[in-house]
């Protein structure tokens, strides 16, 4: 059974940090390249950050300098490390897959404010 389930989300100050987690079971993790998609209120989902099977990795220019994506073959799991957030940043943060999409999980609820 194909699961995707994303952690770590909250509520933060401006200028805090969260480190996301993505924990997929039910595919072949290592060969596959990941990404972190996040969704705000009357907003379309958009893609964050993206990192492939061999460790490379691509950031929206909102994302630049402040967000790492990372992964880790031997848990099956993806991370997201958060840094100087913004109140723009708010939204429902979800992982999937780069390549043929799996079916979304429910995502992780970062809320930024002061």
């Known amino acids: 059974q194909v699961q995707l389930v994303e952690s770590g989300g909250g509520l933060v100050q401006p200028g805090g940090s969260l480190r996301l987690a993505c924990e997929v079971s039910g595919v072949t993790f290592s060969i596959s390249g990941w990404g972190w998609y996040r969704q705000a209120p009357g907003k379309e989902r958009e893609l964050v950050a993206v990192?492939?099977?061999?460790?490379?990795?691509h950031y929206a220019d909102s994302a630049k300098g402040r967000f790492t994506i990372s992964r880790d073959n031997a848990e099956n799991t993806v991370y997201l490390q958060m840094n100087s957030l913004k109140p723009e940043d708010t939204a429902v943060y979800y992982c999937n897959r780069l390549v043929i999409r799996l079916s979304w999980g429910q995502g992780t609820q970062v809320t930024v404010s002061a």
């Open positions: 990192i492939n099977s061999i460790n490379g990795t």
